[in-house]
Nanobody, 122 residues
């Protein structure tokens, strides 16, 4: 079992930055592939970014160049640095772990956090 706890969400203005954190426990973090997804009201949960245990990263086109995923194995934590936020980034952001297959498919992931709300006002 892997436990995931997100934090760092909040209400910001367009153009601001936020950093989300996802603290993990229950498994050797340094060997875990991790991902971030988001779900806006009335929409499907969508891929945002992912990082392999080897530090290879993946990004959705909509966030490429604005968001950065990183991991700190000493802290068992994965981060999502979000810059130049806009209203379309408003969503609940979820951390996920241990994908079986594609890093960008929601159905691949075995473990999920409870989510953290990000609201961007324009």
């Amino acid at each position: 079992q892997v436990q995931l706890v997100e934090s760092g969400g909040g209400l910001v203005q367009a153009g601001d930055s936020l950093r989300l954190s996802c603290a993990t426990s229950g498994r050797t973090f340094s060997r875990l592939d991790m991902g971030w997804f988001r779900q806006a009201p009335g929409k499907e949960r969508e891929f945002v970014a992912a990082v392999r245990w080897s530090d290879v990263t993946y990004y959705a086109d909509s966030v490429k160049g604005r968001f950065t995923i990183s991991r700190d194995n000493a802290k068992n934590t994965v981060y999502l640095q979000m810059n130049s936020l806009n209203s379309e980034d408003t969503a609940v952001y979820y951390c996920a772990a241990e994908p079986r297959g594609s890093m960008i498919m929601r159905s691949s992931y075995n473990y999920w956090g409870q989510g953290t709300q990000v609201t961007v006002s324009s």
